[in-house]
């Protein structure tokens, strides 16, 4: 899948990644001087809906690749959580940064961390903290894991959670739409299924509708410029105006050109231009529509973007 190996901040957060080769920060052209040459006009503000620049693969030039989110026009991040021990140092990043903001929230690959008083901490996180905006990244992901019930007993209190708060969800599901909708179906019949993002979506054009019938939004990752990723691409083009995301998940999964090398938010730039090409519109079409919809489901505030 990615050829790049994420080194996570907070331990234990490792269960999830796999790797092959340790990747360099890739030498840098900023993605909006490559627009700007291409155009001539600065960009409308974009925002990466899910980032996760508190791993380590960022500790050597955080400032570098703020100042290229920067210049390329993002103007907001989210950053996901993958478990609780790592809140401190995102909320650390929150203070350096004041474009992001953040989820808190238990990854389907580390239910090992989950434990018994865990909803409490992560409502205690979320009610301390305004700049927390999500519940997440969280889910279901049976591409290399079969602990379903597992995942489930992790999956089921978030959910609880962000509607308890009146949050929406960061949702992870790899493998295993046919148990998420199964799970969100029922919680909707009750009443009961938080507003939400489809993060980093890879799944079919009918998984995809059936998704959005539960009001969900779908966001694209840097696999939506990969050549062979044909579901992707067609999602890309049928998905509703008002109803998709751009996101990195950086370090993972760099858009081409870019591909196998450390991800980073500039690069959703690349994202954005070519969910443009697919959809037959420009790239600042596609900017003010993901940001828009980023900026009503997380009701960001509008100085932030
Ligand atoms: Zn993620």
């Known amino acids: 899948m990615f050829a790049f190996s994420p080194q996570p901040s907070a331990p234990g957060a490792s269960a999830f990644l796999s790797s092959a080769t340790a990747g360099k920060p890739a030498p840098e052209q900023s993605a ?112 290399r894991q079969s602990n379903l019930d597992d995942q489930l007993q992790v999956l089921r209190p978030q959910l609880d959670l962000a509607v308890e708060l009146d949050l929406p969800v960061i949702i992870h599901c790899r493998d295993a739409a046919e148990p ?25 054009p009918s998984e995809m509708e059936a998704f959005l019938e539960l009001g969900l939004f779908i966001s694209f990752s840097g696999t939506v410029t990969f050549p062979k990723a044909e579901d992707t691409h067609q999602c890309a083009r049928q998905v509703p105006a008002d109803r998709y995301l751009v996101e990195t998940d950086c370090p993972f999964l760099a858009p081409v050109p870019r591909r196998g090398k450390r991800n980073e938010p500039a690069f959703v730039v690349s994202v954005a231009e070519r969910v443009a090409g697919l959809r037959g519109e420009s790239l600042e079409q596609v900017a003010l529509a993901s940001t828009a919809n980023a900026q009503r489901l997380f009701r960001l505030p509008v100085d932030v973007v």
């Open 32 to 143: 909006q001087s490559l627009s700007q040459q291409k155009s001539g006009q600065r960009l409308p503000p974009l925002i990466d809906s899910h980032c996760h620049i508190v791993f380590r693969n960022f500790d050597d030039d955080l400032d570098a690749v703020r100042d290229r989110w920067r210049e390329a026009g993002v103007t907001a991040l989210v950053h996901a959580c993958v478990e609780p021990a790592e809140i401190p140092a995102i909320r650390a990043l929150a203070d350096r940064f004041p474009e992001l903001r953040y989820a808190v929230g238990v990854h389907p690959s580390d239910t090992g961390h989950w434990q018994d008083d865990t909803s409490t901490v992560l409502r205690e996180a979320a009610l301390a903290d305004e700049r927390v905006v999500a519940i997440g990244e969280l889910g279901l992901d049976l591409f």
């Open 180 to 204: 998420m909708l199964i799970e969100l179906r029922s919680r909707a019949a009750a009443g009961r299924c938080p507003a939400g993002v489809m993060h980093c979506w890879g799944g079919t």
